[in-house]
């Protein structure tokens, strides 16, 4: 293979100030694109939030744009308190450095995490970076970087009311639609007003961490985590699962309740350990401790995972091979993804689901038994007949935009490509390349 004369470069926005789910994706994509040659700009304000889950590398640079606050309201607020995005001046300053952002790093690729289909907040300045884009001598990719299943409300009193028509217009000017996941989940069927992009959308396969340690592995533990966010909701999860314990084939088992006590009020916690110590006055079997850094290693060590059906929280599971119990949280409108995603891997065999009306009816009953039947459904279901997810979507997603770069400019054809990873053609036809060993010394 050719070497190439210079890296590529790709320009990554994005914005996860409570939940980590979209800074997880975002660096899983980051460091895929790392792995096969790129020098990768990550520009966002929620950088340093999040900088302890991105791995180490001289590929990956940091830019930090003007702080922001989102608080449990789920608005944003500036350093000093003024609502986000109505302090113009402040609007204007964080124009000011993304666009010096994009200047600097030059991108071949620009990629935006939700925007414009989401990020409605961050208008001004993406709508900046966009004509930026369009304006550059050598006009880089424009791809927007979206969930596996997007679920848009159009309608008059919908979250996107009034922006239907400005999206639709915005999205001319990408060049792709990247979907870190694959037609388990059809983006389209989904998002039906997309329809008329439908030959942008690009199924990656699932964007996963790899993590150490052998999938399958089912340890002494069980554990019930609802995620790196906090819902309301989320009281009647954890409730359901202490309380379906005693009745279970692993009531024996150490159960570790992981709850995000950054974003869960001191009174739900307190609930939550209320519940534990009436089913387990010892503390012995249900231990209730703060969401960290450990959970990683705590899921793959599990007999059994009960979790919510976030994106990174769930197929990191699947890919683990985990006996799994997942309950999606409640929906608002059309915003269906987390039921959406737990029924299409219940279909897979992959999972057993619970619904928000079950865990209801359990909370209001105080019959848990549906919670009992799906736990031990979990535990004795052989994992091995059930197919496995496609989870190098990072390293496919880098791939395809080098492709997409190459139909411009065969030169850019030229980019190193991780050991061993078959190129898929991820808009259903064959495989675009065998892949090559990358040249030595590159991250």
Request: proline share 5%; with cysteine; glycine share 6%.
């Amino acid at each position: 293979m050719v070497a190439a004369a210079q890296p590529k470069r790709a320009m990554l926005w994005f914005e996860s100030h409570l939940g980590a789910g979209d800074a997880r994706l975002t660096f899983n994509l980051a460091e895929g694109l790392a792995r096969n040659g790129y020098e990768v700009t990550l520009v966002s304000s929620s950088n340093e939030r999040w900088a302890h889950m991105l791995k180490p590398s001289g590929h990956i640079h940091v830019v930090d744009l003007p702080a922001l606050d989102r608080r449990q309201d789920k608005k944003y607020y500036t350093p000093e308190g003024a609502l986000f995005p109505d302090d113009e001046a402040y609007v204007q300053k964080r124009t000011e450095a993304l666009l010096g952002a994009f200047e600097q790093a030059r991108p071949d690729v620009v990629i935006t995490q939700g925007w414009p289909l989401s990020r409605n907040q961050f208008d001004a300045e993406m709508l900046a970076l966009t004509r930026a884009v369009q304006a550059a001598p050598n006009k880089p990719l424009l791809s927007t970087f979206q969930c596996d299943a997007n679920f848009i409300n159009t309608e008059p009193s919908g979250f996107q009311k009034n922006r239907k028509a400005q999206f639709m217009e915005e999205l001319k000017a990408f060049d792709s639609i990247l979907v870190p996941g694959d037609q388990m989940l059809d983006f389209i069927k989904c998002a039906p007003v997309l329809k008329p992009f439908a030959d942008k959308v690009q199924y990656t396969g699932y964007m996963v961490e790899e993590q150490a340690g052998g999938k399958g592995y089912a340890g002494p533990e069980v554990v019930v985590c609802s995620g790196g966010g906090w819902h309301d909701a989320d009281l009647a999860f954890y409730k359901a699962a202490i309380h379906a314990r005693k009745d279970t084939l692993a009531k024996d088992a150490t159960w570790r309740v992981k709850v995000n006590q950054k974003l869960c009020s001191p009174e739900a916690y307190e609930r939550i350990v209320a519940a534990a110590r009436a089913e387990d006055p010892s503390g012995q079997h249900i231990i209730v401790e703060a969401n960290d850094e450990k959970y990683p290693v705590q899921m793959l060590n599990a007999k059994l995972l009960i979790c919510r059906s976030g994106y990174n929280t769930l197929t990191e599971a699947v890919d683990a091979r985990k006996a799994i119990v997942t309950c999606p949280r409640p929906y608002k409108g059309s915003d269906r993804e987390q039921q959406a995603r737990a029924e299409a891997l219940e279909k897979l065999g992959h999972v057993q689901c619970i619904t928000h009306p079950q865990l209801e009816a359990m909370q209001h009953t105080g019959d848990y038994g549906s919670m009992v039947q799906a736990i031990d459904h979990a535990l004795q279901k052989d994992l091995s007949e059930v197919k496995a997810l496609a989870t190098d979507g990072a390293d496919q997603a880098a791939q395809l935009l080098s492709h997409m770069m190459a139909e411009r400019v065969p030169a850019m054809l030229a980019v190193e490509e991780v050991p061993g990873l078959e190129v898929r053609d991820v808009r259903g036809g064959p495989a675009l390349q065998s892949a090559q060993d990358r040249q030595a010394g590159v991250a």
